[in-house]
């Protein structure tokens, strides 16, 4: 796919690279707003491992010498066992209690009764179970993507 | 302590080998050592946790555990009329299950130690992985669950499959699996889908309270009963099993038996308990029958023919399924009519079978792997005379195979005779055929031990040794479990099939647990 001699042009890894951010950033939204709007977790990540097969297309080569599989799958694991120790945390009620839900401390804001107006700092556990399937479904994805451009090499 | 574990412990029976799988890569980045004891120390407690999870559900009834309330007990807080959490409930059945599943977990991991030589940590992940759905699919009492644990379940038994990679065979195994897994997840997804567009609930209790049996839910009955049936390996959609049973690592093969009957597990307990009160359910009973016998009679005969060991020994699996399937196949049809209590004594005979099917079964394929670690050759007609060099292997395949054609002393015995006998009273014939496909088995298996352990030594095998320790150890375990089961079916009847038997015909008892 990507000769020795083949050279991208610098137009496009510029732009690539500069593209990330908004991508990046965009997904951490979506992870980060999920106990409140569409979205979450999962569709987060997705759109973040977007911003990682956007550079493995652009850059080739450059960028597959430069990730190593096995971090990817260290960073899936531990956000895999994140998400199950949050699970464990509530374990003095129930396993997946929402034990921060109310609680005042993090992400723990009193919802008042009735419509959601919306405030970001509520739902207790779930935004941070939130973040943690959106790591792994991130790095799961770009895992999946690298093998690809590493194979075809 | 012991209070904790008994009221939290079906949730920490599928927890913990998930936390395993992930955990077990990042000891694996620091020392293969400290890898090996967590693998060992992860495993004991689950199997801890199953045995003790069974055994309180024995003495004390059923289970119930509603996941993230604030009391695991709370099934249905103030103010709402059906449960809308996901919901855990292990009955006497499920107890039997989750026993008979970690007694295999934990003999295939000992085995494994000694089979497997490269890649211990992936495999140790998927089999993790491969536990925890097999134990989710035992105790879910939520529909929706079980699709997701099935599917995890097909997933995981993918990767160990395909786990042989460098085998051309094993991907292509691998492969008629996952696609044989995927159509069969969408026919049960489709299946719960139409049952949640009807009612609005997910809950197996709650759904089979309110079903009506319309000509949707009908619908709903025969693509879940014809899904589930081909996750099970029984006959009209038995092709995956040789291939897959065939090619993984034999001590995969010895938890996936255990794991198709998880399948038929979930197919027992969506019968049961979601269409029992169906008017024609006794339609449904003759369709289960009609697969059994169909199952035992074309495994049994593919098996005669097939020259690869480990594959012949995948048919006589399809086989064995067979028997299942008819005793409680009968024990449904006889569910509101004049012989009851024989239908009760042929579902006995049927799920004691599910546990003698997975230790003897189990104990065979072990054997399988042993003679294939020692000579590297699968081909029956390419091994000869290898009781001199491995007499400990030939033992144990001695007591297996005796199990598996039913013979006295062995735990095949009291089974095979319960259905025999009971389903004799049903009708006569299929009685005649389950004895006609058990000395088929029996042959076939004779046929294997002649041509593999007994004869002239060959020139080829001169230099072969008996398999390593680990190995022989969980031989060992299997061998015993079906000798003693073999030797004192009496109590084994009144201390764990009896209940089991009960439970899955007391729909009642299971909705009233729930709410």
């Not at chain 1, 005042?104 to 509520?122: D, M, Q, R, Y």
């Amino acid at each position: 796919m990507h000769a020795e001699n083949e050279k991208n042009s610098k137009i496009i890894e510029f732009a690539a690279l500069g593209l990330m951010v908004p991508i990046i950033t965009f997904g951490i939204y979506v992870i980060a707003h999920g106990h409140l709007t569409p979205g979450g977790g999962f569709q987060g990540g997705a759109i973040m491992a977007t911003a990682f097969a956007l550079l493995f297309v652009s850059l080739g080569k450059k960028a597959i010498e430069s990730i190593k599989g096995e971090v990817l799958v260290a960073l899936e694991c531990i956000a895999l066992i994140g998400f199950i120790g949050i699970a464990f945390l509530g374990m003095g009620n129930t396993f997946f209690f929402n034990f921060l839900a109310n609680s005042g401390v993090l992400f723990g804001e009193k919802v008042p009764f009735g419509p959601n107006s919306g405030i970001f700092s509520s739902a207790g556990v779930i935004p941070l179970m939130n973040f943690f399937v959106g790591l792994e479904v991130c790095c799961g994805l770009t895992l999946i993507f690298f093998l690809i451009f590493k194979g075809a090499d | 302590m012991i209070e904790f574990f008994s009221t939290n412990g079906i949730a920490l029976l599928i927890a913990v080998p998930l936390l395993s799988a992930f955990l077990t890569p990042l000891f694996e980045k620091i020392n293969r050592f400290l890898r090996n004891l967590y693998i060992i120390f992860s495993v004991i407690v689950t199997v801890t946790i199953g045995f003790f999870v069974s055994y309180t559900i024995f003495v004390s009834g059923t289970l119930v555990y509603t996941l993230g309330a604030t009391e695991p007990g709370l099934t249905m807080p103030s103010g709402l009329r059906v449960p809308v959490r996901i919901v855990l409930v292990a009955d006497a059945f499920s107890a039997f299950m989750i026993l008979s599943s970690s007694i295999i977990f934990f003999v295939s991991t000992i085995y494994s130690f000694g089979s497997i030589r490269k890649g211990f940590g992936k495999y140790f992940s998927l089999f993790f992985i491969m536990a925890a759905s097999v134990f989710g699919i035992l105790c879910t009492g939520d529909l929706f669950n079980l699709f997701v644990f099935i599917e995890i379940l097909s997933i995981s038994s993918t990767g160990l499959i395909a786990f042989r990679k460098e085998k051309p065979l094993s991907l292509i195994s691998a492969y008629n699996y996952l696609i044989v897994s995927a159509v069969a997840s969408l026919m049960i997804l489709f299946g719960i889908g139409i049952l949640y567009g009807q009612y609005g609930m997910l809950n197996i209790a709650a759904v089979s309270r309110a079903i009506k049996f319309s000509f949707v839910d009908v619908f709903a009955m025969v693509l879940l009963i014809a899904g589930l049936a081909m996750k099970c390996g029984s006959v009209p959609m038995h092709f995956w099993v040789p291939d897959a049973y065939g090619r993984a690592p034999s001590a995969v093969t010895a938890f996936l038996v255990v794991s198709s009957q998880a399948s038929l597990y979930a197919l027992f307990r969506v019968s049961f308990m979601l269409f029992a009160g169906f008017s024609l359910i006794q339609l449904v009973a003759l369709a289960i029958i009609t697969f059994g016998l169909l199952s035992m009679f074309i495994g049994v005969t593919m098996a005669l023919v097939q020259k690869d060991i480990k594959r012949l020994m995948a048919y006589h699996a399809v086989s064995q399924t067979g028997y299942m399937l008819l005793g409680v196949g009968v024990g449904l049809f006889s569910i509101n009519t004049t012989f009851y209590s024989h239908g009760l004594l042929a579902m006995e005979g049927g799920i004691f079978h599910i546990i003698n099917h997975a230790l003897y079964k189990g104990l065979l394929f072990l054997t399988a792997g042993a003679i294939i670690y020692a000579t590297k050759e699968r081909d029956l007609n390419k091994i000869g005379g290898i009781a001199r060099k491995m007499p400990f292997t030939t033992i144990f395949f001695i007591i297996g195979a005796a199990a598996i054609a039913g013979l006295p002393p062995t735990n095949g015995f009291a089974s095979k005779f319960l259905i025999y006998e009971s389903v004799f009273v049903f009708n006569p014939l299929l009685s005649i055929i389950a004895v006609i496909v058990s000395m088929l088995t029996l042959i076939s298996f004779v046929k294997i031990f002649c041509s593999a352990f007994l004869g002239p030594e060959r020139e080829e095998l001169k230099n072969i040794k008996e398999v390593p320790k680990p190995m022989l150890v969980a031989m060992s375990l299997l061998a015993l479990c079906i000798i003693s089961f073999g030797l004192f079916p009496d109590s084994v009847l009144k201390a764990i099939i009896e209940p089991a038997a009960k439970a899955l015909l007391s729909q009642g008892a299971y909705l009233e647990a729930v709410f």
